[in-house]
């Protein structure tokens, strides 16, 4: 297994997040993953100064719609980044790879097109033992990661953005 810790050792100061608005949208798929997931990311949004009041969280049924949910919310222009959350777990049939690959993908193009951050906050594991220990256990907490992810996205895009 990776040792791999993300961020734990990075040496560089997060940005300042007072100010971030930050929308999460995840799945009714899967919930007694995503919930959690969704629980850390907002914990650690706030932990690092994010207003409970600038933050929004969206359901959709699975994964795969989380690709519309996310483009509405960026299109709503309310927010600074979008994080998505879903966890698909690999099935008897080649189902897990086309929502997989389709939501990945989706997700993938409209960061790219998107004038806003969007996470890409999406487990995609074997079985449910993989997804809980994704939960701050042995593999790292993800739903800290998307939302630290989320807090420098933001600040990263705001470099880029005209001064009036
Ligand atoms: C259909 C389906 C299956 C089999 N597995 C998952 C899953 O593990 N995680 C998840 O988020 N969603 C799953 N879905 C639902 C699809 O994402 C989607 O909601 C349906 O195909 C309808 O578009």
């Not at 299109?75 to 980044?81: C, E, I, L, N």
């Not at 800290?144 to 880029?160: D, G, H, P």
């Amino acid at each position: 297994m990776s040792s791999f810790k993300f961020n734990t050792e990075s040496t560089r100061p997060l940005p300042d997040a007072t100010q971030m608005r930050i929308a999460i949208v995840t799945t009714e798929w899967n919930c007694e993953i995503t919930d959690r997931l969704v629980e850390s990311a907002v914990r650690t949004l706030r932990d690092n100064g994010v207003d409970a009041s600038n933050i929004t969280i969206e359901y959709v049924p699975g994964s795969f719609e989380l690709i519309f949910g996310a483009a509405q919310l960026v299109s709503a222009k309310r927010h600074d980044a979008v994080i998505a959350i879903g966890c698909v777990i690999r099935g008897e049939t080649p189902h897990f790879d086309y929502i997989c690959q389709g939501t990945t993908q989706g997700l993938a193009s409209l960061n790219a097109q998107a004038e806003i951050p969007v996470v890409y906050g999406v487990l995609t594991v074997n079985n449910i033992e993989q997804a809980l220990d994704r939960l701050g256990g042995k593999a790292g907490d993800k739903g800290a990661e998307f939302a630290l992810t989320a807090i420098k996205m933001v600040a990263y895009s705001c470099q880029f953005k005209k001064k009036l």
